[in-house]
């Protein structure tokens, strides 16, 4: 069966401190990946989202980039944190040619202080 | 104004009632999504609709596509099904994106 791993799930970072959230999906091949950020109050929001290794593209304008060093592998990064960085990430992946059903990791809390 | 419209934004019900979520877009979809996160913030999947109607166990969600609404429903509620219930739309398209209502935040209490 299919499993998605996102780490850590929590974590405290003094703004300017740079930012490397993992996500790894298990049981599958050449998955959709995806980052979303929920901010305080707010609905999900599409950040990046990858069709394939080395395919990244943008849905907003950030301080934030993502990297897909492998199949499986999605990297949410920041060279310098900001406070408005502070949100919950989740990572998410969908196989397009099936139901097309999305499945989500747990998520991390990143507060930037 | 947000494409995907969630009513209420908080939702307090007692042990067995009978709940209603709503959902309005304002695109045309290919498919919707109803979706539990719990207070971790972990989100799971409860249905993927494109017409007509699910059930699983307690939970039923329905879509009118002319009416661009969607309801889920939860029936005999119990304590454990308090969460954030959220609404997804998925675009038309090659790729797969979701866009999020903000949520319903359930309180069903003993």
């Known amino acids: 069966s299919q499993t998605i791993h996102q780490w850590p799930a929590t974590l405290v970072q003094p703004v300017g401190s740079p930012l490397s959230l993992e996500c790894t999906v298990e049981g599958t091949s050449n998955p959709n990946l995806y980052w979303y950020r929920q901010a305080a109050g707010r609905g999900l929001q599409l950040l990046f989202y990858s069709v394939g290794i080395g395919q990244i593209s943008s849905e907003v304008p950030q301080n934030l980039s993502a990297s897909r060093p492998q199949d499986r592998q999605f990297i949410l990064s920041s060279k310098k944190l900001l406070l408005s960085d502070s949100g919950f990430y989740l990572c998410?992946?969908?196989?397009?040619?099936?139901?097309?059903?999305?499945?989500f990791g747990q998520g991390t809390r990143l507060t930037v202080v | 104004k947000n494409e995907v419209e969630q009513s209420p934004q908080n939702l307090t019900a007692q042990e067995g009632e009978f709940i209603t979520i709503n959902c309005s877009y304002s695109v045309g979809i290919s498919a919707l999504h109803w979706l539990q996160q719990h207070p971790g913030g972990g989100i799971v999947s409860l249905f993927m609709l494109s017409s007509g109607k699910k059930k699983h166990g307690r939970l039923i969600a329905t879509i009118n596509i002319q009416e661009k609404h969607s309801s889920l429903h939860i029936t005999a509620s119990h304590p454990r099904d308090s969460a954030v219930y959220i609404c997804?739309?998925?675009?038309?398209?090659?790729?797969?994106?979701?866009?999020f209502g903000k949520g319903t935040l359930l309180t069903v209490n003993p």
């Open positions: 997804a739309v998925r675009s038309g398209g090659s790729n797969y994106k979701l866009t």
């Open positions: 998410a992946w969908s196989v397009e040619v099936l139901r097309g059903e999305a499945f």
